[in-house]
């Protein structure tokens, strides 16, 4: 299991971060992975801090090319050289504030692969879109649009955060993440004939609906972001994942 953390455009303290690198083992005896996903800025100083630790440090975007004249944007390559291991992409957050489409997504799936960091690619429907009864097919269509038929599955994640969840302390049931994840797993599978990659569930995840929605089959971990800037609420939540799950 993964327990991702998005700290967005927030710092967490310098003791808080602490108390996640020395709680990590923890997590790892359970089986459970830590990743930290702090703004740009603190990546280098985290991950230093994070080396020989379980705890792994990730970014929020990167660009989709190794350098050139773009200006405010940071490339996987960059991020690598930071210590970063892995990148969220296609965050709702970027895809409405950002404009950012299912074909730029893929661009900067591509790249991030090719820079070694595991990739966390993003999808969900709008409330709006739930409502009308087209959450199947706006999934369906973003991983379709998100996802190359070339990207290495070995590396890949997928994140399930309905943008209703997300930050609004409103979960999906666990009926209807049983249901979209089952959907995503077998969209996986007749995409990049995978079986493996992990699905995460992100939105409004707490320590107290953790154990029951990373109990729902085909979930393999939460993307986190508000409880993701406490350490003791971002490890109660790796402690609650299931015994032997990963
Ligand atoms: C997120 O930002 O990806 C997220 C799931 O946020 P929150 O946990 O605060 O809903």
Redesign the pocket.
């Known amino acids: 299991m993964l327990i991702a953390g ?1 700290w ?1 455009m927030n710092a967490a303290s310098m003791e808080e971060f602490g108390k996640m690198l020395a709680r990590a083992p923890e997590a790892a005896a359970k089986g459970v992975d830590l990743l930290v996903c702090p703004p740009f800025v603190l990546l280098h100083r985290l991950a230093e801090q994070a080396q020989g630790s379980v705890l792994e440090i990730g970014a929020q975007d990167s660009h989709y090319e190794d350098e050139g004249a773009f200006t405010g944007n940071v490339s996987p390559r960059m991020l690598a050289d930071s210590g970063a291991t892995a990148v969220i992409l296609g ?1 709702s ?1 970027r895809r409405s504030d950002h404009r950012e489409s299912d074909e730029l997504v893929a661009k900067k799936a591509l790249a991030a692969q090719r820079a070694g960091l595991r990739t966390i690619v ?1 999808v969900g429907e709008s409330e709006e879109e739930r409502d009308a009864g087209e959450a199947e097919a706006v999934v369906t269509r973003q991983l379709i649009g998100s996802l190359p038929d070339t990207l290495d599955p070995a590396g890949l994640i997928v ?1 399930y ?1 309905p943008v209703w ?4 302390g409103r979960t999906a049931s666990t009926d209807d993440i049983g249901s979209m994840h089952g959907l995503i797993r077998s969209g996986l599978a007749r995409r990049l004939s995978s079986r493996a990659v992990p699905i995460l569930y ?4 707490k320590p107290a609906n953790a154990s029951q929605i990373l109990s729902v089959d085909n979930v393999g971990g939460a ?5 993701s800037l406490k350490a003791d609420d971002f490890l109660a939540i790796a402690l609650a994942a299931p015994d032997g799950r990963r």
């Open positions: 998005n967005k965050h957050e993003c994140a955060e969840a997300i930050g609004t992100g939105g409004s995840v993307l986190v972001g508000g409880a």
